[in-house]
C-alpha cells in the first residue's frame, strides 16, 4: 500500500518549508498569491489531507472539552452529560467523558488531561467532601469549571442550582399540608448540597411553625443505597416523623423502595418530597413531588462559562453562580395523619 502524502511531500513539489505549509493551513500565516496558489496545487495533485489534530496541536488547541462526572449510570449526571454534548456539538466541540466512580485518585488522574493539553478545559463534577488536595490541584491546573457540587478553596468559576431555594420550596410545600416534624435524608455535613438544601428546608418550615418545627437529619450519600439505609431507620424509629424530604432522586428511590415493601402508604402514612427531577418520578404511584433542577440549563452554561473566561485574569476566576429551581406537585404530599383524623 502506498504510503499518504505528508507535509514534506507537499514542501518539496511547492519549493517551500514545511513550516510554511503547516503556518498556512493553521490560519497564522499570509502568503503571497503566487506561492499559495503553488502549495494549493501541490496539494490537489498530491491527494494530500491535513491532520485536524496535528492543526489543532500547532495552535495550541485540541477543540476537546474534559467533562469529568462521578457516575454515568445516575440519570442525573447522564442528563447533565447529553446537555453538554449537545452544546458543544453546536460549537464543533468534541467532549472527552471521564467518569470517576467518586473517587478522588482518578478525579486528578482526569485532571493532568489539561496539563498534558489532550483537552482545551475541564467541567468537572465531584460528588464527596474534599481534603484540600483537590482544590489544590485544581488551582494548579486552572481551566476548571465546578459544578453542581463544591470543591472549596478551589479559585475557579462555579456552577450550582440554587440548592437553598430548593429546600425552602420543599419546606414551605410540606408546611402548607401542616407537616411540622420532617426528616430530611442527604449527603455529608460537608457538602454544600447537603447543607444549603438543608437550610432551606429548615426556613420553611420555620415560617409557619417557628420553633414547633422538628428536622431530624439523616447522612449518607445520593445513592439508592443510602435512601434504602434511611428508610429501614426510618421505620426502626417507628416513623419519628410525617414527612421525609429525600434530597436526591436516587435517595427518593431507595426510599419508596423500602416503605412499599413494609406496606407503608405514602402519602396516607408518610408524605416524600424529592430533589433533581430527572427521572420518572410521574410514574411512581403516587407520582412524586420533587424539587427540579434545571440540569439542562446547567450543562448549557457550564460550558458557556469554560468557553468565556478570561483565564488570564485570576483575580476574575473564582465567582459562584446559582440557577433557579422549582417545586413539581404531584400527589406524595397529604396532610398528617393525625390531622386528616381530626378533620373527619
Known sequence: MAKAPGLK???????????????????????????????????RDLGYV???????????????????????ANPF??????????????LGLAVSLNATLNRPGRE???????????????????????????????????KVVIVDEDVPGAMVPKLFCDNHQGGYLAGKH???????KVVFVGGPDEMISTTRRHAGLEQGLRERFGEEA???????????????????????????????????DEIAIGLIEVLYSEGVSIPDRVSVVGFDDVGPLHLFTPPLTAVRQPVRAIGARSLSLLLQTDWQQPETLEREELLPVEIVVRSSVAPPAIEKKRRS
Open 77 to 90: 449526571f447522564a442528563m447533565l452529560v447529553a446537555a453538554i454534548e449537545e452544546e458543544a456539538d453546536k
Open 174 to 180: 410540606l408546611a402548607e399540608f401542616g407537616h411540622k
Open 108 to 142: 486528578m488522574k482526569y485532571l493532568g488531561l489539561i496539563e498534558h493539553h489532550h483537552v482545551d478545559g475541564l467541567i468537572f463534577v465531584t460528588n464527596h467532601p474534599d481534603d484540600g488536595e483537590l482544590a489544590g490541584l485544581i488551582n494548579r491546573t486552572g
Open 9 to 43: 511531500d507537499v514542501a518539496k513539489a511547492a519549493g517551500v518549508s514545511v513550516a510554511t505549509i503547516s503556518r498556512l493551513l493553521n490560519g497564522s500565516l499570509v502568503l503571497p498569491d503566487e506561492t499559495r496558489k503553488r502549495i494549493e496545487t501541490a496539494i
Open 50 to 72: 491535513p491532520n485536524p489534530h496535528a492543526r489543532r496541536l500547532s495552535r495550541g488547541r485540541s477543540d476537546m472539552i474534559g467533562l469529568v462526572i462521578p457516575d454515568i
Open 214 to 248: 422538628e428536622i431530624k437529619r439523616y447522612r449518607g450519600e445520593y445513592t439508592v443505597t443510602a435512601g434504602r439505609h434511611a428508610a429501614r431507620r426510618f421505620l426502626d424509629e417507628k416513623l419519628p416523623a410525617t414527612a421525609i424530604f429525600a434530597s436526591s
